[in-house]
């Protein structure tokens, strides 16, 4: 969830991108949120909408309209509705996410924490989290509810364990994986499912479109976590990212903790467990030597196939060449960070 | 949302109660909420488990259980269900009530938030909420899931209104029903109509109780409001209670401030602007003279008497004589109160 501050997954940065073509479909949605926020009782309408009118990438309703894309300019309401239910929860959990974090600042603009307050902030991401519920609730059937509903209880359930885990060192792979699929991949999943099934898609390619965008969420992740790795080093040189001043354990992390010494890795896990600043031999040029950034782009590569290979065998629908742009875009920044940061 | 720790709003102290007659109902929603816990991911079912599985007095599952009120021992699966709902989403609020209110006990046992800490409690409270609206949408319509989503971001607001009145002695009686209103009588209301629709009775009946649940809501908030504010006077003999601490204006104090010389007056809002303890001068005692307990029981009175006549031209269904018995119940507990605090 902390995924969207990523500064390079824009569609400015490449003027063919699969972003462009969405232009009625984010109209759309524009004005969907601002009637969302007449929806509030009056007293709190101001809190929701600095909450709902954001400048936010809007990956998932991106992912919403383009598993369900039917031709330039078609816009379906129930996908906006749609793509509206799912931006909404995304919003509430990042009010909850800064008030864990402290974060002051989001996209440049005070948080909902730091603007209203975090008792006032807990419960307006409750609002946004009921809101949102009650949109999907206003479907034909209770599909989309019972979709949203689980897929939020999931995201908030990988947010726990990797709350729990901080500062644990005996993290595994697997416990990382599984973190990811729960707090990002989920709601990539469900935005591509939503998508296609809304749109009238057959079955077989709503679950397609479903994997798609599991993989495509745990790709994105990893990448997210590289970025916030490499992040902090690339603006002041010295430090590295929040993720590690937080003492979670990501992929980058752990490769790099796989790779070095025993002594020196002692002192990076005493360090992290105390909440102390990481020896100064931890930096970018360390990280690429030791090759740490290839090997996390190739467990990114890894999982973009797997997305590239569940829609293989629906390559004459409409949505599949602008997924397959979209994954394609996540390749991109991923080759322009490694060029950037030299991590390989 | 703070008022079930109210002490003696208990089955226990009335063997006629209305709460006797739902053994059945309440073993069958022990197994419901046992299988809710199983419904969570592993790694966080001790966490889901120590939140539901509480001592609370379950009074929105039972009215749940009375307005949809079928005879002796028929235990109605979509009843048990929405109870389940009810409950869940009213614990839920109280996980998060826990964290701004930094309390540490609830029910003599410690909260979420110091069993977890504040960031994961943040997050157990999200799931719970999320678990809640899933179960909502497994019903064959969207209705309850429309109902209770929306509920819950009433729930919400009014907690937010509330949050932000704090210390704001501008507040008006209007603002004080409208916060509670929200805050309590919304999900009373839900629970009301939820109980009487599943039920099947006729839909004037299910509107008559849900205006039902709304007035019992609101005279249980004031009544609670008036335990709260004679609660620790009761106890330790000189501070009062904990909204004042924590500088929320409720009917009592609100009274109390109307009938005050100026200069007390002003000496009391200073007091609570600043979180400051307030004047020796304002206890049990001075309530008494001034006939606080008097007017608040009116107010009660007034709501539980609303609460019935929306009941009269039903008299003939099997749930109006328990709802009656509920309202009556609380009555009791307000004479109580009134005679052992000597608030009148």
């Not at 969830?1 to 984010?26: E, N, Y």
């Not at 034909?140 to 949203?148: E, F, I, K, Q």
Request: glycine content about 6%; proline content about 5%.
């Amino acid at each position: 969830m902390s995924g969207q501050i990523a500064p390079s997954f824009s569609p400015s940065k490449d003027p063919a991108a699969v972003f462009q073509r969405l232009g009625p479909q984010m109209t759309a949605l524009d004005r969907f949120m601002r009637e969302q926020v007449a929806q509030f009782e009056p007293e709190i309408r101001d809190m929701a909408a600095y909450c709902l009118e954001t400048s936010g990438k809007r990956l998932r309703p991106t992912l919403v309209f383009i598993a369900g894309w039917q031709g330039e300019n078609v816009v379906n309401d129930p996908l906006v509705r749609a793509a509206g239910v799912v931006e909404m929860v995304h919003l509430a959990t990042l009010v909850h996410d800064d008030i864990m974090d402290r974060a002051e600042l989001r996209r440049s603009r005070s948080t909902a924490t730091r603007e209203f307050g975090p008792d006032a902030a807990v419960l307006i991401g409750d609002a946004l989290f009921s809101q949102a519920l009650h949109v999907a609730a206003q479907f034909p059937t209770t599909d989309v509810c019972r979709m949203v509903s689980e897929s939020t209880r999931k995201v908030c359930s990988g947010e726990i364990m990797q709350t729990l885990h901080r500062r644990d060192m005996g993290v595994t792979m697997a416990d990382y994986y599984r973190v990811i699929d729960l707090k990002t991949a989920e709601l990539f999943r469900v935005s591509c499912h939503l998508g296609a099934k809304l749109a009238g898609y057959p079955e077989e390619f709503v679950r397609a479109a479903n994997d798609f965008g599991r993989h495509l969420g745990i790709a994105y992740q990893i990448y997210d976590d590289l970025v916030d790795f490499l992040g902090e080093e690339k603006n002041i040189g010295k430090t590295l990212g929040t993720d590690l001043a937080s003492g979670k354990l990501t992929l980058p992390l752990m490769r790099l903790l796989d790779k070095l010494p025993a002594e020196e890795r002692a002192e990076i896990v005493s360090a992290m467990q105390q909440g102390r600043p990481l020896p100064l031999g931890v930096n970018v040029a360390r990280m690429r030597s030791l090759g740490i950034g290839v090997e996390v782009a190739q467990a990114v590569d890894e999982e973009l196939q797997r997305a590239a290979d569940v829609l293989k065998p629906h390559a004459g629908l409409a949505p599949v060449p602008l997924l397959l742009q979209l994954s394609d875009l996540l390749k991109k920044q991923l080759a322009g960070l490694s060029a950037s940061a030299s991590v390989n």
